[in-house]
């Protein structure tokens, strides 16, 4: 039997005539079958038929896969087993393809193969010889498909430091550096780098770094002038930025770890001889290959990262990201999780950010979001995907959508005046019990609704549809879900909507203020 993808899987059924007449098929799959996780946690427990759920799954989502079985097993009292297919994505197999491979062990009840896998389940039903389904899409739903409540993966993890650095502290006043600091520590940042200005001596940086540091805030001090470094370090600053063969005999005499770069980053010229400097002098330190923009280098400059971590395995690395994120005519978002998804797989443990440029303005928050993602993803051998929606900005996972005809029908069942407001399929609808209007113009639906005479839209409840039309409009521009008294997800960024109700001089009615 194949149940459709979208059903949760039933109890287990008894042992019956279908299955008996089966039963030789079972058998014969059973030679090849090699089991690479088996578990039943209701052994002894019981005389009752158990249910074992026979997991068919790709190499890449295997442990994840395994870890989600093992927890709901315990919670729900189901045994389980997985069968690891040859191949990596799931998502691949078809159903002619896993039933050549099925191989099922005695005690399963069901089959789950991936949901990408469905509907037509027949031929791997056929081979099985027992009921299959097509189970979720993604593995982290798998517990809301079984019926246990939905498990949020622990996102808490990370071990990629957030450098933020304030640019040209010596243009602001000590208070305005301070402000800033604290917004970019509330973001995540976990050090606070101060930005000098090249080619002048700021005489307030020991004054700068004291705040900052009475604030219990950790400092570092970006900057090449010896009096700026040396002032900032004995006020406090914990990292120096940066030291090559031009200032590694001084910078060996700081209290302080120190961020070694190249003299020339192309040729990696002069790194060696800084690092073993400082290895000399027992200086602590971390190495940044430096990152350059796109169509200045960007591809070669990832490789310097890749060779720096050959040559030194076990050394502390640093990637400035900012000179990406600032230097690109795109939203910062994508771009600071791929460069973290770099970092954690080249064991990259700092990385230097600004929020300079306005579509590079929340970088830090981004950045803290992308190193939970990336910590998650490389623990548990899975891409960073449906583990959160904090950095799906711009457009939704998915749109959960009505068709024309289910508007039409929602229409007429409609009894009361107040308006309900929909986006779908490129239409923006507004009904009422009087009304159905559709249009891909929030302005002109407007003007068909004044046309019909409303006796119910005064200047708070037309200011109201004003404002839920721009939102759905938006939902459209942006493929977007838009539900109405409901603030359309931005990721990290969305904010409450407050409701205000305000009393109408038309019974039966009511405009909310957002």
Known sequence: MVEPF????????????????????????????????????????????????????????????????????????????VQVMPISVAALMKPDWIARRIAVPPPATQVMVPGYCGPDLSAVAEAAGIPVIAGPKDVHRLGEFLGADAEEPDLSEHDIEIIAEINHCPRMTVSEVVAQARRLAAHGADVIDVGCVPGERWSAVGQCVRALRDEG????????????????????????????????????????????????????????????????????????????????????????????????????????????????DVDSAGVNMLLIGFCQEAGIRSVLTTEVINWARTSVREIDAARRLARYARMHGVPPKRLSGDLVMLRDEGLAGRSADELQDLAAAIRDPNYRIFAEEGLLWLMNNEVCLTSGNPFQLFLDLMATGPGNVDASHAFYLGYELAKAHTALALGKQYQQDQPLDWGLLTQAEEHVRLPRRHSGTTAVVQ
């Open 217 to 328: 805030l950790r400092v570092s001090i970006d900057s090449f002038e010896p009096w700026e470094v040396e002032t900032a370090v004995a006020a406090g600053a914990e990292l120096v930025l940066s030291v090559n063969q031009g200032n590694v005999a001084a910078a060996c005499g700081l209290g302080a770890e120190l961020v070694a770069i190249p003299d020339d980053p192309p040729t990696l010229a002069g790194l060696e001889e800084t690092v073993a400097a400082l290895s000399a002098a027992g200086k602590r330190f971390r190495i940044d290959p430096i990152l350059e923009p796109i169509g200045c280098g960007f591809a070669a400059s990832l490789g310097r990262y890749l060779e720096v971590r050959r040559r030194y395995a076990d050394a502390e690395m640093m990637m400035g990201v900012g000179n990406l994120t600032e230097l690109t």
């Open 6 to 81: 979208n059903r949760k899987p039933k109890a287990p059924r008894p042992v019956g005539a279908r299955r008996l007449r089966l039963r030789d098929k079972r058998t014969r799959n059973r030679a090849p079958f090699r089991v690479v996780a088996r578990h039943d946690i209701t052994a002894g427990m019981s005389d009752q038929p158990r249910q074992h759920i026979h997991f068919v799954t790709g190499s890449l989502a295997a442990d994840l896969l395994k870890a989600t079985a093992a927890r709901l097993a315990a919670r729900q009292s189901f045994s389980y087993s």
